[in-house]
């Protein structure tokens, strides 16, 4: 029993952070085919969600609650009119910690997808699904290390979460996101990589990082309280009654 949880934890993982990079990789090179690659990103990740719950079948109540999440995580992106500035990372990081880091990357794929059909898809959409899915993992893994908290308490708590927030756009999130625009638009073009990296990092990356710190500050505590309680009322999450 204990070897094939942590078999399907590693399986969860690799799926997450290995193969998914791969077939978006492969996908870009592919002659643009965003579709598939869309496609293969959301089969892949939802391989990866339904395999976290490990002996227990989804509960329909969770379910509902993470695609409520989703939809808040999208319209958060459609609705907030400044560019950079959407508080759409910060519902994907409240997911991760919330739920855990399957069901996270699972938020933010998904919000990167459904809200691109107000933008517009294109080969972006896989890697922005990629990016955004990232964030939500990592919010869940560093929950789950005990480096954040689903209690964030006072001031020290609500900055915790706003500087991991800040720092996750930038070093993570940001650079998959400068990746997308190096290999679908200027591989083959004169700006150079660096320069690629730094224009994002000033233009993009911290406005972003900075709106998600923000967003996680003021509105991250009352929102993961309001999560918790809907968890323990109803059996949800970490608050399971039948998790192993």
Known sequence: MILSFLRRRWLRLVLLVV?????????????????????????L???????????????????????????????????????NLKPTMALVLLAGIAFGGESGFLCGSMAALVSNFFFGQGPWTSWQMLAYGLGGLLAGLLTRCHLLTDEPKGLGGRLRLAVTGFFLILLVVGPVLDTSTWMTI???????????????LVTTNLPHAAATAVSLFLLGPALLRMLRRIQVKYGLGRYALDTP
């Not at 939802?46 to 695609?67: H, I, K, Q, Y």
């Not at 200027?186 to 994002?200: D, E, M, R, W």
């Open 45 to 83: 990740t939802l391989c990866a969600f339904f395999l976290s719950f490990d002996r227990r079948n989804p509960p329909t109540r969770e379910l509902v609650l993470l695609t409520v999440l989703c939809a808040l995580s999208v319209a958060a992106r459609v609705v907030v009119p400044l560019p």
């Open 19 to 43: 193969v998914i990079p791969i077939a978006v990789v492969l996908c870009a090179l592919s002659d643009r085919k965003y579709y598939l690659s869309s496609t293969l990103v959301v089969l």
């Open 186 to 200: 200027y591989i083959h073009g004169s700006l150079a990589p660096a320069t690629i990296y730094l224009t994002g």
